[in-house]
């Protein structure tokens, strides 16, 4: 359980972006800001889990997960819950208990595994009575799904980006 403790980062990252706690601009992204005449400006995008956005996964009752099935197939599926039923457990993972879902099926089955970088699961953590939202993307480091009758699923997801937005006030 150490090793996933540990922050891995990736291309595009470089330790001067994780130290500033910037992500570059994607090549499309820098192509739409050409085309459309806008500035570049700074990447809300951050390669970790921010504490205030670590604090919203906690606050939230819902989370919208996706994946890809073994045919290559987008699926995405809302679990709610009690406050805290999302938790993270490093700055680049989440720790999730919920009930069985197809979506999960679709996760901890044997297809679309690249034992290198996991499957790929995007997330969405909503807070809806304060009117903020954080977008995840990452790779399940590890999945498991409980034998009782409450069907309770486990997963560990390693975050590549976070993107936290909120209310204009």
């Known amino acids: 359980m150490g090793d996933l403790l540990a922050f891995q980062y990736q291309y595009p990252y470089s330790m001067t972006s994780l130290l500033t706690n910037t992500v570059l601009w994607q090549e499309g992204e820098e ?3 050409h085309l459309l005449r806008v500035p570049h400006g700074d ?3 951050a390669p970790y889990l921010s504490p205030t956005a670590a604090s ?5 009752p819902l989370l919208a997960l996706g994946t890809l099935d073994s045919q290559g197939r987008p699926w995405s599926t809302i679990w709610g819950g009690t406050v805290g039923f999302a938790t993270p457990v490093a700055y680049s993972l989440i720790e999730v208990d919920s009930k069985y879902d197809p979506v999960v099926q679709a996760l901890l089955t044997g297809n679309q595994t690249d034992t290198y970088t996991g499957k790929m699961i995007s997330g969405l953590a909503v807070d809806l009575e304060n009117r ?3 977008k995840l993307y ?3 480091v590890k999945g498991s799904l409980s034998d009782g009758d409450a069907g309770q699923a486990q997963l560990v ?3 590549k980006r976070a993107l936290r937005t909120a209310r204009n006030t």
């Open 31 to 33: 192509r739409l800001h």
């Open 43 to 45: 990447n809300p995008t």
């Open 56 to 60: 919203l996964v906690q606050q939230s």
């Open 132 to 134: 903020r939202r954080l």
């Open 138 to 140: 990452g790779r399940m």
């Open 157 to 159: 997801v390693t975050l």
